[in-house]
C-alpha cells in the first residue's frame, strides 16, 4: 500500500530539508559508529543527555534544534554543513541541477574522513534519489 499526499511548494520544501537533514545525520552517526566505535550512551553523555534523546533524534521521532543537530554532531566528531543556493519560481535550481546535503567526519587521527552526501531533485515532483558514502 502507497500513499500520495499533495504538498504545496513551501511545506515540500521543508518537508524535504527535514528528510535531507535526518538521513545525513542517520548515516553518519552509522558511519562513526563503525569507525570510532560510538554508541548511542557515549554520544548521550558527551552531549549531556538521555540516551532517549539520542535514540529519539536518530530514529526521526524527534524534532532537534539546529543547536541540538550541532551538539550531536559535535559529540560524533562531525562538521555539521548547510548549504542555501537559489532556485527560480518553478522550484529549480540555478544553476545547479540537484540539490546536495553532505555531512564530512573528521577526526584527529590520520584517518581518511568520509563524505556522506544525498542528490534529490527539487522540482515539483521531487524524490529522495540516493545515498552515497566516499572517502574521500
Known amino acids: ?47 549531556g543527555v538521555d540516551k532517549s534523546s539520542v535514540s529519539r533524534i536518530l530514529s526521526g521521532r524527534g524534532n532537534p534544534t539546529l543547536r541540538t543537530i550541532g551538539e ?3 559529540a560524533l566528531n562531525l562538521e555539521p554543513r548547510v548549504e542555501f543556493r537559489a532556485i527560480d519560481g518553478e522550484g529549480n535550481q540555478e544553476p545547479w541541477p540537484h540539490a546536495v546535503s553532505e555531512v564530512q567526519s573528521h577526526s584527529s587521527s590520520n584517518a581518511t574522513p568520509t563524505k556522506l552526501t544525498i542528490d534529490s531533485d527539487i522540482g515539483a515532483n521531487s524524490t529522495l534519489q540516493n545515498v552515497t558514502a ?3
Open 72 to 74: 550531536l554532531a559535535w
Open 134 to 136: 566516499a572517502s574521500q
Open 1 to 47: 500500500m502507497s500513499f500520495r499526499i499533495k504538498l504545496d511548494p513551501r511545506d515540500r520544501a521543508a518537508a524535504l530539508f527535514m528528510v535531507r537533514t535526518h538521513v545525513s545525520l542517520v548515516n553518519a552517526a552509522i558511519e562513526q559508529k563503525k569507525r570510532f566505535g560510538f554508541t548511542q550512551r557515549k554520544v548521550a553523555d558527551s552531549m
